[in-house]
């Protein structure tokens, strides 16, 4: 798929991963609708004006199946397709699992899973009429690998590889693709935080002895939207800690 001219809706766009990815594809050329649960602020939409392509920002809940719809409607009506969906939004809970609620469970799983469910339903139907489009859910290693303190996340995540392979299968003869990308450790506000010793434990399990950045994932979806032949796989980008 040629990116330049194309419109993408990005959820979970405002910041870190969601917000690098949407200033990639506006870089070459593509037309972006930015996403979150509040407003976007101007100092984000100010940053897409060297591009020259059109930004759309629409807010809303990607747990609630009306919303979902009602945002790539609104994203239709502004840019006039959306032609490749990223789901990208997702929150954390992180508790052991004997302290861990029934509400922290489903919360997590109701944004990051329910979430692409209800964007990736809204969005099938167009793009069957279509013919064409891209969708690429952002999974996690955690999703492959589980984490202590993570099994609802674990669970969303690992959900997200299982809806992702099962739509590839329904769509692909509509020329739609369905992938996954699985980010490793990167580099973001969450790990700056930490110690250098707990980074450097963290790095140790890394083969590459490194965290990734927002950069390598960014390309990696641009890739992803473009590739007319790969359909249903998980990418991880996490240095080989996941390598079978």
């Known amino acids: ?47 897409f004006d060297q591009y020259g392509v059109k930004v759309a920002a629409i807010s809303g809940d990607v747990s609630d199946a009306a919303d979902a719809k009602r945002m790539i409607e609104a994203a239709t009506e502004a840019l006039g397709s959306v032609d490749i969906l990223i789901n990208n939004a997702g929150i954390t809970a992180d508790k052991l699992m004997l302290k861990m609620t029934a509400d922290d469970f489903e919360k997590v799983l109701k944004i990051n899973l329910t979430g692409a469910f209800n964007m990736t339903q809204a969005v099938l139907k167009p793009m069957s009429k279509a013919r064409q489009g891209a969708i690429i859910n952002m999974t996690s290693v955690v999703g492959l690998m589980g984490n202590i303190g993570q099994a609802n996340y674990a669970a969303s995540k690992a959900g997200l590889i299982g809806l992702t392979k099962s739509v590839a299968r329904e769509v692909a003869g509509r020329n739609i693709r369905v992938n996954a990308i699985a980010p490793g450790f990167v580099e973001s506000d969450m790990t700056d935080v930490l110690s250098d010793k707990v980074k450097d434990a963290m790095k140790a399990q890394i083969p590459m002895k490194r965290f990734g950045n927002t950069e390598e994932i960014a390309t990696t979806a641009v890739f992803l939207a473009s590739q007319e032949y790969i359909t249903g796989q998980t990418i991880a980008i996490d240095g080989g800690l996941t390598m079978q």
Request: hydrophobic share 50%.
């Open 1 to 47: 798929m040629e990116i330049k001219n194309k419109n993408v809706f990005i959820t979970g766009s405002t910041r870190g991963i969601g917000l690098a990815i949407a200033h990639h594809f506006a870089a070459i050329g593509a037309n972006v609708v930015l996403n979150g649960r509040s407003e976007v602020s101007a100092e984000v939409l100010a940053s």
